[in-house]
């Protein structure tokens, strides 16, 4: 069972920047693609950022380019979120969800994903 496990979260003031890190465990062979979701209280889940562990390759959210770096630490098996120049309407649920499968990555659809953490929150303040 693979498990995934969020730190880093916390409150800054806008401008500010924070780094988020997700842990995984458990499970065999390696995860295809993993990335970054947020949830604001009343609103959707939201794609923000995604990395193909195999290649490094990334995608980002129109929201979040220019200011989020989503990387892998493939040894120690993590993946971080270095969010910067934050602003207010950054606040939600910070989750990192994992895909195992051979088929094509599910980008920024959390539908897709096979599994994921609990989360950690980020609070901006103006």
């Known amino acids: 069972q693979v498990k995934l496990m969020e730190s880093g979260g916390g409150s800054v003031q806008a401008g500010g920047s924070l780094r988020l890190s997700c842990a995984t465990s458990?499970?065999?062979?390696?995860?295809?693609?993993m990335a970054w979701f947020r949830q604001a209280p009343g609103k959707e889940r939201e794609g923000v950022a995604v990395?193909?562990?195999?290649?490094?390759?990334?995608y980002y959210a129109d929201s979040v380019k220019g200011r989020f770096t989503i990387s892998q630490d493939s040894a120690k098996s993590t993946v971080s979120l270095q969010m910067n120049s934050l602003k207010p309407e950054d606040t939600a649920m910070y989750y990192c969800a994992s895909y195992y499968s051979t088929s094509m990555c599910p980008l920024l659809k959390a539908g897709g994903y096979n599994y994921w953490g609990q989360g950690t929150q980020v609070t901006v303040s103006s």
């Open positions: 990395i193909w562990t195999p290649t490094s390759m990334t």
């Open positions: 458990g499970g065999t062979g390696r995860s295809f693609c």
